[in-house]
């Protein structure tokens, strides 16, 4: 329910119909490409460099694979899964980290904001857009000519902030909705012993 609530309410921002931010800026179209400094696939690593301990957290499409000792790519990036079941599924990532061949490393040129990014391909729905073949995948030359409306950083930022804080919100909220499940079955086992 709060999960379906939290797509409701970014479909209605990032189609342009709330008022609190379409009547900000102005929203244009434009391509993929345009908005991204970088978009392409990580790096191939050996599984043998990959460790369940280590200095630098490997991402591949669906995740941390796991740590090594080496780092591909420092700073803000959204990530997408590029391969398997859930490819074209996002997340933000910082620091330094390590993104396989498996994952698709985004981050914005200085005219638009990243954390924005995160949302506005959550919501393109990547994964419509795999080849089917055995393996699901992506091509990340196909996804750069893609279309979407978007309005200027300033608004972008606000957006981002917003459901930055939305998600932090709901995440709080899950916990305790999970402590609460769990001290409900713990008094109910204590009724009947």
Known sequence: MIRSIKRGAIAHILSGKSKAFSSASSWMQKNLGD???EFRSGRNI????IHETG???VYGGNGIRGYCDRYSHEGEYVVIGRQGALCGNVRIIQGQNYLSEHAIAVRANADN???FLLYLLGFMKLGQYSDQGAQPGLAANKLLRLKCTVPDKKTQSKIASVLLRLDSQLSNQEKMLSILINQRKAFLQQLFI
């Open 46 to 49: 050996s599984s043998t460099l």
């Open 55 to 57: 200095d630098y957290p």
């Open 35 to 37: 908005l991204c400094s």
């Open 113 to 115: 904001d990243t954390g």
